[in-house]
């Protein structure tokens, strides 16, 4: 292209909109981070220092005060665990059941592309609906899924699975692991139908099996796809907020409570902002640890 | 209808916002939203929070039996011409009166220019916006919806309603009469260190509700204290359980404030209170633990559901024939003779069960009102951030006169805040079963005058009523801690509560 024709078709557009030079096009992406990403950042480290009086309302600096707090408090600890229980049991069922549905549905026959779309629709309600409907469902009075627990005599009449501690729990990952194990479909199908055909060809022709072709070819030919699906919902997991909140509001007691609804009831509730930072910033920790000793063990290269 | 024609979030976002403005029944609003595949009734607990029960008679707006006085018309346009074009905002919980008044509204902008914005959310989200606007004093909102719990903590805030009329007559809305107001209410709500924190807007307070048929039914007399309540629900779960009726429903969920409600009210029945004198809890002493050994029988003849319900979900159960005897909130009584209750007329209205003799209060501490009916009340402050102080605080007497509060009460059949309003002829006249029922009224008002009882005026009220005490109730109800030993678990609460009153220095 001469410099002729290109003169004119850019000559309405200012100068900056015309250059090469990264900067002013990085500059939105960058003013964007700075913020909704690194001020709020800075602003929750800053926030973390302080110490707030709730009668008086006054912020005193107080470095250690949160930051001890946070490890002699008993909910934090029972919060952590909560959390990896949730996402640790959450990323498990999510993982095998998307493993075989996307096993199921990789296929060209005709009528499985409908299927494969309707896999998106738990994905388009969000989640504080889903997590309406749960609470609904599982309503030890009304609740369709509680009538149908009970009815197989599972559970004693009227039981109410998110009023009992050691059932609350359940019925909350029963909302999560339904919402998004089709996302775990999702990212399955997309690799599995990446896959090169020769190695699978092949095995057919050696008279491999099913199950060697699965665990000998298909998993390990997956593993990175795996690898980064469970990168993204273990992310998403450690924050895990909307189920919980609408569901169980962190009870009974503080039977489902997670690090990101405890931060939610001492800011909200107390409004004591230092310590939820504290706890925010303890939760952006962990995903972070999680995350990179994760990478770092199965070599996952983003 | 056909589904197919419709793009699906909004189908569902009008569908809801029709439901949310009473424009499409609530049979109508399930229906539609199985179409879209949501699932059934989920709004009817309250999306994202837990909506007080509104069943009023909206269908009313309109009628010239409602119509605007046309000297409060004149008086809105000769004073508010000055403002016209602004914009003032307040957030508020779904309270009937909100609804109502988000519906009048109109007939304060017309004729002032005035734009009025109403932010309706869950009670937990008003109090984080309340309290964010005034940490940074924003002056975000013009006016706060402060629930009964949170005046000591946003008095400081807000602007003396009583001092700003005499200060500026000429906004001063003639004949609003401050003196109208139920004294209790302003002394157990409004009034916080000598100062009007803000109007008296709102005032669900307890009272015992019960199922005249099934009394009748099981030769059980209407009980008038704890025991003879707990004598009647255990008889009436024995009974009835088969059938999926049991003795009381209870808003036990745990960690909402809901739970704190029912607590408090045990606690002031058997004598007991909060805060002693000396400014400590006292909910583990021996009247304390008794009240709350009590709940725990009261839990065992509810629905299961209990443990997992709020007000919402206590009118729920009454509403759906699931209980027949309910120490709760008052404002449940109009929905339960709506014309879809299953329940209609069948429900009625009593004083308040009376416990031990009261804890005096030269014996309790931070203003606390140990009493039989545990008030849920809200007052109206005036923000003194505002940027608008001047339109708000005219919408604000609007919304809080005479006129608007009695007409509130005959299109919701809730509670008023003014005597004038009890006396009004058309709300006794509404006093007969039916949607938006004012019949429960003349026991209403007996019970604030005589049997009011407001939790603690402090600071750290909201959190302690949010967090410490039902997030330990629930452990305890629930059973995930205390292997069902109250004691233990007020034990903890004490101590929690006991440290941070002292480390905050009151």
């Known amino acids: 292209m001469s410099s002729d024709s290109f003169t004119p078709r850019h000559a309405w557009l200012p100068r900056w909109m015309t250059s090469e030079h990264p900067l002013p096009w990085l500059l939105p992406a960058g003013a964007l981070m700075v913020v909704f990403g690194i001020f709020p950042l800075y602003k929750a480290i800053e926030t973390s220092l302080y110490k707030r009086n709730a009668a008086t309302r006054k912020m005193i600096f107080d470095p250690t005060h949160n930051w001890s707090k946070v490890f002699l408090d008993e909910r934090v600890w029972n919060a952590l665990l909560n959390t990896l229980f949730y996402t640790g049991v959450a990323l498990l069922f999510q993982l095998v059941l998307g493993m075989l549905i996307a096993l199921l549905l990789d296929s060209d026959r005709k009528g499985y592309g409908i299927l494969r779309a309707m896999m998106t629709l738990p994905l388009v309600i969000p989640p504080a609906v889903t997590a309406m409907m749960f609470l609904l469902m599982l309503n030890g009075s009304f609740g369709v899924l509680s009538r149908g627990i009970i009815e197989l005599g599972l559970l004693p009449p009227g039981f109410s699975i998110l009023g009992n501690a050691s059932t609350a729990m359940a019925g909350v990952l029963l909302a999560e692991i339904w919402q998004w194990t089709p996302f775990m479909v999702l990212i399955m199908l997309a690799g599995l139908r990446s896959l090169p055909k020769e190695p699978f060809e092949a095995a057919a022709i050696d008279g491999a099996s099913a199950f060697q072709v699965f665990f000998k070819l298909t998993l390990p030919m997956m593993s990175k796809v795996i690898a980064i699906a469970v990168l993204i919902r273990g992310i998403d997991l450690l924050r895990a907020f909307d189920y919980v909140k609408v569901m169980t509001d962190s009870g009974p007691g503080t039977a489902t409570e997670t690090l990101t609804s405890y931060a939610g009831r001492i800011y909200f509730g107390n409004a004591d902002f230092p310590y939820a930072s504290t706890i925010a910033l303890l939760t952006l920790v962990l995903v972070i640890m999680v995350s990179t000793l994760f990478m770092r063990i199965f070599k996952v290269k983003l | ?196 924190a803000g109007i008296p807007f709102d005032i669900p307070i307890f009272m ?102 709020t007000w919402d979900g206590q009118f729920q159960m009454m509403a759906a024939g699931q209980c027949a005897l309910v120490q709760s909130w008052d404002e449940f009584f109009p929905g339960l003779d709506a014309d879809d209750s299953k329940v209609k007329g069948l429900w009625m209205p009593a004083k308040p069960l009376v416990g031990k003799p009261l804890r005096p209060l030269s014996e309790v501490g931070f203003g606390e009102i140990p009493n039989y009916a545990h008030q849920g009340g809200s007052i109206l402050g005036l923000s003194k951030y505002s940027k608008n102080i001047d339109p708000a605080w005219l919408f604000m007497q609007w919304a809080c006169s005479k006129d608007i509060m009695t007409r509130c009460t005959l299109l919701g059949g809730f509670a008023p805040m003014r005597i004038s309003s009890f006396r009004d002829p058309r709300v006794k006249e509404k006093a007969v079963v039916g949607p938006g029922t004012t019949r429960h009224l003349e026991m209403v008002e007996w019970i604030i005058d005589n049997n009011i009882a407001s939790e603690p005026d402090m600071p750290l009220w909201a959190g302690f009523s949010n967090n410490e005490i039902p997030v330990n109730l629930g452990k305890l109800l629930t059973g995930q801690d205390f292997n069902g030993d109250a004691k233990a678990c007020m034990d903890t609460i004490a101590a929690s509560i006991d440290a941070a009153v002292a480390e905050s220095g009151l």
């Open chain 2, 208 to 309: 015992l509700m019960y199922r005249k048929d099934i009394l009748e039914k099981h030769g059980i007399a209407v009980p008038t204290s704890p025991a003879e309540f707990t004598a009647a629900i255990q008889k009436i779960t024995e009974a009835e359980k088969a059938n999926g009726m049991f003795g009381t429903g209870l808003q036990a969920k745990s960690g909402h404030y809901s739970l704190n409600c029912d607590w408090t009210q045990m606690v002031w029945n058997e004598g007991g209170s909060i805060f002693g004198a000396d400014k400590k809890f006292k909910g583990n002493d021996e009247a304390g633990v008794a009240g709350l050994k009590l709940y725990q029988e009261w839990i065992k003849n509810a629905p299961p559901e209990s443990l997992n319900s």
């Open chain 2, 1 to 196: 209808m056909s589904f197919r024609d419709h793009d699906k979030k909004t189908f569902i976002a009008d569908t809801a916002r029709a439901y949310a403005e009473r424009r499409i029944s609530k049979r109508d609003f399930m229906k539609k939203m199985s179409l879209a595949g949501v699932g059934f009734s989920a709004f009817a607990a309250g999306l994202l929070g837990n909506t007080r029960p509104y069943r009023g008679n909206l269908g009313l707006l309109g009628t010239e039996a409602l119509a605007q006085d046309a000297s409060v018309t004149q008086w809105l346009k000769d004073v508010g011409a000055p403002f016209k074009g602004t914009k003032i905002r307040y957030t508020s919980e779904a309270t009937p009166p909100t609804v109502v008044l988000d519906k009048l509204k109109n007939e304060f902008t017309e004729p002032t220019g005035i734009e009025v914005e109403i932010e309706i959310v869950p009670l937990e989200q008003v109090l984080a916006k309340a309290t964010q606007d005034v940490q940074g004093q924003l002056g975000t909102y013009d006016l706060y919806y402060l629930d009964q719990s949170w005046v000591a903590t946003f008095a400081q805030d807000t602007v003396d309603p009583v001092a700003y009329y005499k200060e500026k007559p000429d906004l001063a809305m003639p004949g609003f009469d401050f003196d109208d107001f139920s004294k209790p209410l302003v002394s157990g709500l409004a009034e916080y260190e000598g100062k009007w």
